[in-house]
């Protein structure tokens, strides 16, 4: 028998295998529920810090930012995705105005955005790049003569002298995109006194406790909560970089508010049984109600147009009922009076793309009923519009009709709209950014709209 060579003693396909797999369930245990929860737990802690320090209100970019602040503590939400901070793709978003925060800073002389980033990142594009292009652009809007205020800020560390350059370049065009939309900006003029500018807090900042009034601008201090991980999660003793994020592959149905309620539970609960446990808690919070609440929500500047989510509908007789349901229905089941059609569009973005077969149908149910509701323009009938979440599916029925229905003034008018374009609805998207910042219709919602306006005969 021929002796072992060293490829046999360590590197036979077994052994490879063996330790591969090895690696691979280290690597699960690692990123469990309960390391995603304490890791969020310490998070928090920082942002908890960085409240204490600076004194001023804790908002949490969506989707990820809720799960690091406690409800009680929480000041609001902000909506700057990333995505439109990434590198050769810089973005002023028309879906996500954000200027609700105007408000919240005018109020407190500043604001604190809290977010988290993945592994071997200092900080997120939204906190790096979106926030100070979103900044500028507010300050030229409505500093028009502050030309100081113009200048775009962002951290050294992280955004190159170049790509900043690149960015800067398209602030022009990025503030006749916020002028060209259909929303009054006087009323949020009146919330701020001074320009806003960007300041950056991290774990690896040397925080000095400061309640300072800036005489020249209102600092939006952009968080990043995580601290920076170089190597893998298992040389960091379970603490998972992000731990907030891509909570569809790992949070079961648990949301930061059923998480906050209920973390002590969750904390003493042994790995085996916590599965059971958080299908427990969503159930639950499923049967309490929607999280947020469910009451309708008026669509500014019209008094007719709300959206709300199916399982808070509350109709009344002079309401007209749109409900978009997350199965398919066959359209002849669609019309269930003559005041309320129930749509199984299906769920997520199936019924994205079925929406634009329904949108004729449901253009139809509202002319039926446009002198009625044109009739009463001074009293209290409504469209009401439900989805399941209220955020995606009804928010691109209101824009429809926004764009068909209401005069610019948001006033319900029986015949529709004879021109409509991509500006003109760009506008109307304004008016939902500004009444119902949370909003977040997919990109498919937005095309099945887009598409069926653009193709409507005219």
């Not at 036979?12 to 691979?24: I, P, Y």
């Not at 280290?26 to 469990?32: A, C, E, G, H, Y």
């Not at 149905?253 to 599965?275: E, H, V």
Request: charge should be neutral.
């Amino acid at each position: 028998m021929p002796a072992p060579t060293a490829e046999d003693l360590i590197f036979s396909d077994q052994a490879n295998h063996n330790f591969s797999k090895t690696l691979g369930e280290l690597k699960r245990s690692t990123l469990s529920i309960h390391n995603r929860l304490r890791s969020i737990e310490e998070d928090a802690a920082f942002a908890k810090k960085i409240q204490a320090a600076y004194g001023r209100p804790l908002i949490a970019n969506e989707r990820c930012g809720s799960w690091y602040i406690d409800p009680e503590k929480k000041g609001g939400s902000a909506y700057f995705k990333s995505t439109d901070g990434h590198t050769g793709v810089w973005k002023f978003s028309s879906r996500r105005l954000n200027l609700h925060l105007l408000e919240v800073i005018g109020k407190n002389d500043g604001c604190i955005i809290i977010d988290s980033t993945r592994r071997g990142k200092r900080m997120p594009d939204a906190l790096s790049k979106t926030i100070p292009i979103w900044c500028s652009v507010i300050n030229r809007v409505l500093f028009p003569a502050d030309s100081r205020s113009h200048a775009l800020y962002t951290p050294p560390q992280v955004v190159s002298n170049t790509e900043n350059a690149q960015i800067f370049a398209l602030l022009p065009y990025f503030e006749r995109s916020l002028n060209a939309l259909d929303v009054s900006l006087e009323t949020y003029k009146s919330h701020i006194s001074k320009p806003l500018r960007p300041i950056w807090v991290t774990p690896e900042s040397n925080i000095v406790s400061t309640s300072s009034v800036f005489e020249n601008f209102h600092p939006v201090i952009c968080c990043t909560v995580s601290r920076k991980v170089t190597g893998g999660e298992l040389s960091e003793g379970g603490y998972i970089q992000g731990a907030g994020d891509d909570t569809e592959n790992w949070a079961h149905g648990l949301t930061p508010s059923i998480f906050w309620t209920n973390r002590n539970a969750l904390f003493s609960t042994p790995d085996f049984d916590l599965l059971e446990l958080i299908a427990a808690l969503v159930e639950q919070a499923a049967i309490s109600g929607p999280v947020g609440g469910g009451s309708a929500r008026c669509v500014e500047p019209t008094a007719k147009l709300f959206v709300t989510q199916i399982s808070a509908i509350t109709t009344e007789d002079r309401d007209l009922t749109i409900l978009l349901r997350p199965t398919v229905t066959k359209e002849e089941t669609w019309t269930t009076s003559a005041t309320r059609l129930d749509i199984g569009l299906g769920p997520h973005k199936v019924g994205s793309r079925n929406l634009r077969a329904a949108l004729p149908f449901i253009v139809a149910f509202v002319e039926r009923n446009a002198s009625r509701l044109e009739e009463q323009n001074d009293v209290a009938s409504r469209i009401v519009i439900a989805c399941e979440s209220g955020k995606d599916l009804a928010i691109g029925v209101a824009l429809a009709l926004l764009c068909l229905f209401f005069d610019s003034g948001g006033k319900f008018q029986e015949k529709t709209n004879p021109t409509i374009d991509k500006s003109f609805i760009r506008g109307r998207l304004g008016w939902i950014s500004t009444s119902m910042p949370d909003a977040n219709p997919n990109r498919a919602t937005l095309q099945s709209v887009n598409s069926f306006l653009m193709e409507r005969p005219k």
